[in-house]
């Protein structure tokens, strides 16, 4: 096994297991990953995931590259498709469920395209993010060009994405690439502070928010009010949406159900 899997409460906790080879990721990786995304979705008693790697070093340092060199050449282009774990996080786009990355050390290449395709990204100081792929002849195919761009202005991700310079985390929370850096001892109570405030929130809220907000980014305000949302119908007519109001009025804390 080269991913933990653990399920504690309403959260599921994911950790990338290769810490010799600073989490880098192989195929046998992206096959573990795929089945926990699937059971991750399909368990109703999962709210909130935290996504990390194994170690004090790398959060992940991408595709193992020794791997893809043994392997036979083959024509590749964007996405996981025809690939072991295939459709992998960066490709599911109605993931619904609020992942939070906790990053400690290098989150490279693919790992950085990982940590960009969670909601909320929390580092430690020492923390440092690259796409470099350009330097080794090679394309940020699990979408990094394509996220790096909606999510910097887009000459400042231009001069990321041509060169492979990186990004210390203080420079890419001033940026608005991630939520929060804190010292590494500050680390894990800082993800558990996140964790905390999304568990309080109504998960249909935050699923219908989620999804909102990923669909309507690319559309005009006229679209976006038109457009229908699928977990913002779920969460229109469930308990949780009488349950949030009801509670206020009875001052107490509300009991959310996911239904």
Known sequence: MVVRY????????VTMDRPDVLNAMNLAMHEELGRIWDDVEADDSIWVVVLTG?????????????????????????????KPGWPRLTERF?????????VDGYALGGGFELAMACDIV???????????????????????VFRLARQL?????????MTGRRIPAARALELGLVNDVVAPADLDATVDGWVADLLRCAPLSV????????RSVTMSLEQAFATRYEWEERRMHSKDALEGPLSFVEKRDPEWTGH
């Open 6 to 13: 653990e399920k504690r409460g309403r959260v599921a906790h």
């Open 54 to 82: 194994a170690g004090e070093r790398a959060f992940s340092v991408g595709q193992d590259l020794k791997e893809l060199a043994g392997l036979p050449p083959r024509v590749s282009t964007f996405g996981s498709r025809g």
């Open 94 to 102: 109605s993931f619904a469920k609020p992942i939070v990355a906790k």
């Open 122 to 144: 929390v580092a430690s100081d020492r923390s440092e993010f690259a796409l470099p792929e350009a330097r080794l002849g090679l394309m940020s195919g699990a979408g990094g």
């Open 153 to 161: 202005p887009y000459r400042t991700a231009l001069g990321y994405l």
């Open 207 to 214: 699923r219908a928010v989620k999804e909102a907000a990923a």
